[in-house]
């Protein structure tokens, strides 16, 4: 996802990082991975149509928790 992001002129955040992560097979592999904070500015910068009932979700729970 990251490289198709990088190709298509966005910007990806510098508060993505790696880690060692155990994969299916068994293999541990370096894996992309941010916090909750990352990981809703992802989501909020999608530009489709299939991500609006994700942020009206997200945005439902942001109220209920304030």
């Not at 198709?4 to 910007?11: A, T």
């Not at 955040?13 to 992309?32: A, F, H, N, P, V």
């Not at 992802?42 to 304030?66: D, T, Y």
């Amino acid at each position: 996802m990251k490289k198709n992001l990088i190709k298509d002129g966005f910007e990806v955040s510098e508060k993505i990082g790696q880690l060692k992560l155990k994969s299916q097979d068994g293999k541990y592999r370096m894996t992309d991975v941010c916090d909750n904070e990352g990981m809703f500015h992802i989501i909020e910068s999608i530009p489709s149509k299939n991500a609006e009932p994700i942020k009206q979700w997200l945005a439902h729970l942001g109220k209920r928790k304030s």
